[in-house]
């Protein structure tokens, strides 16, 4: 890791089953930083104006940004999912909670695209703490989203602590059928000894992800630490961090009360800056 970058990212195709990797460019960098701008430059480049939502040339993108996953500031967890909507029949993007993007990034990817179509369920495993990508037959017998992220946590998370480093997405059964449906994405939440289950809601990504045929797509990173992301001036670093703790901890409960409330509680907030489209 380099100042936020693994100055990689990952692609997999389904219709042939091939993993490659592509260089992190200095101009990527500069022009698109991360997150929502890498998935949008790659879906750019990865299809054609014709492309619909449903051709095996739409991809399925996943990225966080050169913050994700520094520990000191909240919300550093979060990744983009980016792909062409079943529903808009256009470019979408949508954002979720967890630990898949820093889990991605610190296995060595900045992004992943997947591209084509699999015969069958697939599970795409991305191995952080051994360095490998295979795409692997899924397991028929979970089809409902919250028992698949926990089958797959406790599948490919033997230990307590692997456990930790595991993060799941997937969609359940009704979007095979149904273009509204988004994508979960799972975390281990060591205290309740479950998995905990955040969204990527908007745009229907999630049909596109079941019309891929993937079950899930699995990150497990085992040694996420304080520095784990390379940065340039830690004391400068831990000096931001306060500073954002403390404004949220004085502040939110009357900007956001995000803390008293959760997220229903943006409505009444979208709604007063006119971000809602009613």
């Known amino acids: 890791m380099e100042r936020g970058y693994a100055n990689r990212t990952l692609y997999i195709n ?3 089953n091939t993993i490659d990797i592509k260089p992190v460019t200095a101009q990527m960098k500069e022009l698109f930083t991360g997150g929502r701008g890498f998935c949008l430059w790659l879906l750019w480049n990865a299809t054609k104006p014709t492309t619909q939502w449903d051709d095996p040339e739409n991809e399925f ?3 966080g940004g050169p913050i994700g996953g520094i520990t000191q500031y909240p919300g550093s967890g979060k990744c983009t999912v980016v792909t062409l909507s079943p529903m808009t029949k ?3 993007d949508s954002n979720s909670g967890g630990y898949f993007g820093p889990f991605l990034k610190f296995s060595g990817f900045d992004a992943l695209e997947v591209q084509g179509k699999a015969e069958r369920d697939v599970v795409i495993f991305i191995d ?6 295979t795409i692997e037959d899924a397991p028929l017998d979970a089809v409902d989203t919250h028992l698949v992220n926990r089958q797959m946590t406790d599948l490919y998370g033997e230990t307590e602590k692997q456990k930790r480093g595991v993060s799941v997405i997937s969609a359940g059964q009704a979007a095979d059928y149904n273009a509204i449906c988004g994508v979960n994405i799972s975390y281990y939440d060591a205290r309740r000894k479950d998995v905990r289950i955040k969204q990527a809601a908007r745009g229907g990504a999630g049909r596109v992800l ?3 045929r993937i079950k899930a797509i699995v990150v497990r990173y ?4 304080p520095n784990s992301n390379g940065v340039a001036d830690m004391a400068l670093l831990r000096k931001a961090g306060q500073r954002i703790n403390k404004e949220i901890t004085d502040f939110d409960a009357v900007q956001n009360d995000m803390r008293g409330t959760g997220t229903p509680y943006l409505v009444d907030i979208m709604d007063r800056f006119d971000l809602l489209p009613t």
Not at 128 to 133: A, F, S
Not at 222 to 225: A, F, T
Request: aromatic letters at 0%; hydrophobic letters at 35%; proline letters at 0%.
């Open 14 to 16: 389904l219709d042939n």
């Open 61 to 63: 993108v996943v990225a």
């Open 222 to 225: 085992s040694e996420m630490g």
């Open 128 to 133: 952080g703490d051994n360095g490998r990508v």
């Open 210 to 212: 079941r019309d891929k």
């Open 90 to 92: 256009s470019v979408i």
